[in-house]
């Protein structure tokens, strides 16, 4: 298993959602190494609050599965998820969490919070800080510039 080829491809989806004006988070679901769903930040152009990458694609993995349960499938994100979309890959069994970098103010694997993986019916195997750096810049530089274009609008 190559996590940073799938990291990577989850970047792409992160530069997708930055491109809209979106928190640039992208996500990968990948069963038996191939991608199966790809999802990128929307809460704002959807008005869904629950429009975060991880949910995007676990709902088009799920509706291609044909089930909500996936198993024998690994997710790729490339910022520590928050508790929301934590609670969502335990409800689909997702079998491994790969995350790129720590997401001081919402992160919930252990930055804001450390879930409560011992106490669900369901604990995916976690990894973390694959592709950190590449990860952090690309939410470093997109704040960087939302910033500017506010000082400029003023």
């Given at each position: 298993?190559?996590?940073?080829?799938?990291?990577?491809?989850?970047?792409?989806?992160?530069?997708?959602?930055?491109?809209?004006?979106?928190?640039?988070?992208?996500?990968?679901?990948?069963?038996?190494?191939?991608?199966?769903?790809?999802?990128?930040?929307?809460?704002?152009?959807?008005?869904?609050?629950?429009?975060?990458?991880?949910?995007?694609?676990?709902?088009?993995?799920?509706?291609?599965?044909?089930n909500y349960r996936l198993p024998d499938c690994d997710l790729y994100v490339t910022v520590e998820p928050c508790a929301m979309c934590l609670g969502a890959l335990v409800q689909a069994r997702i079998r491994r969490l790969v995350f790129g970098t720590l997401d001081p103010k919402?992160?919930?694997?252990?930055?804001?919070?450390?879930?409560?993986?011992?106490?669900?019916?369901?604990?995916?195997?976690?990894?973390?800080?694959?592709?950190?750096?590449?990860?952090?810049?690309?939410?470093?530089?997109?704040?960087?510039?939302?910033?500017?274009?506010?000082?400029?609008?003023?």
């Amino acid at each position: 298993m190559n996590d940073t080829v799938f990291m990577k491809a989850a970047l792409q989806e992160a530069a997708k959602a930055a491109t809209a004006w979106e928190v640039p988070v992208g996500a990968v679901v990948v069963r038996d190494g191939h991608i199966v769903a790809r999802g990128s930040n929307k809460p704002v152009k959807s008005s869904d609050p629950t429009a975060h990458a991880e949910i995007v694609a676990l709902r088009k993995a799920a509706r291609k599965a044909g089930n909500y349960r996936l198993p024998d499938c690994d997710l790729y994100v490339t910022v520590e998820p928050c508790a929301m979309c934590l609670g969502a890959l335990v409800q689909a069994r997702i079998r491994r969490l790969v995350f790129g970098t720590l997401d001081p103010k919402a992160g919930a694997v252990s930055s804001i919070m450390k879930f409560p993986f011992e106490r669900t019916n369901h604990r995916p195997e976690i990894v973390g800080g694959i592709l950190a750096g590449e990860c952090a810049k690309l939410l470093r530089d997109f704040f960087h510039g939302r910033r500017k274009k506010l000082r400029f609008r003023l």
